[in-house]
């Protein structure tokens, strides 16, 4: 069975040169942050530590090994002395392995990209890398209002209608990633002078005009998911806003009501509020689970 067959989880990792998105697990070659909201699980570097520091705790290590050895020699028989220093060399080799790993810089480690590479994602540009933060970014706004919306949807499901939403949204940067390196070789030749014949030079135009097309329309594409996103983070988050006025009107219009002879309904207008923003979340998920829902 492939990742894929399982329930619906994104991975997402990323270091200084990619961003990776998948439906299998990731990891980094060094110290990693491990975040995991909803149905996404984010692994980040890990705090990376200096070549000075890294020697120091090598030296450590040494020198409590040295100690170690010493103590034992002293209690065991002089005929054990390869055995001890076997030990030791072996306990010299695995603190000085362990000093160059934590100094080393932490990269991405997508272990069955080649076993699987149509559930994978690679997301190197600085353009396409800093769009899909964003998208995480209106991701993370969705992810937090979850919890409060639990009479409306079902967290579980809308965790991973999330996460469906930033696999499209890896998919359309991947493709624009592509189209991009085209635009640019053909601009580079465009800008060169090496187009000599008038055929050519029409074949370039042709190509540089498809290539336009199929940017424009892999930006709509982005600009339609930020929308629908944004949308439903906004439309969460007045949720949220509203419900909060309400129980306060609501406890304040009772206290009122003690106090007033002829009582108070102070909250009314909170509650019309909230049942529009219960509508505008409904409706939010709705359209957010029939462009983006089970496309995986």
Known sequence: MSPSDHPFHLWIARDAQVTAVALTEMRMSGRANVHEWGSITEVTPGKQITGSAASKRVTIQLIAVAIVSLYVCGLAS??????????????????????????????VVAPDIDLYPGIHRLLTTHEERLSFR????LAERIGRTLPALDSLVDPSDAAELVAESLWEGAAVLARRQEIREVRDELGRHASDGTVETNRARLDLQSQQQRAGDLWEEVNADLARLTSHLMATAAAGEMFVRDQDLDDTLQRTGAA?????LDGSHAGAYAGEQLADETTAVLTAYRELNDLYGGKS
């Not at 005929?79 to 160059?100: E, H, K, P, R, S």
């Not at 009122?256 to 007033?260: E, H, P, V």
Request: no cysteine.
């Open 78 to 107: 002089a005929a054990y002395w390869w055995l001890l220093l076997i030990v030791d060399l072996a306990l010299v080799l695995l603190a000085v392995a362990a000093g160059f790993k934590a100094a080393r810089r932490s990269t």
């Open 134 to 137: 964003d998208l995480q970014a």
């Open 256 to 260: 009122l009501d003690k106090l007033s």
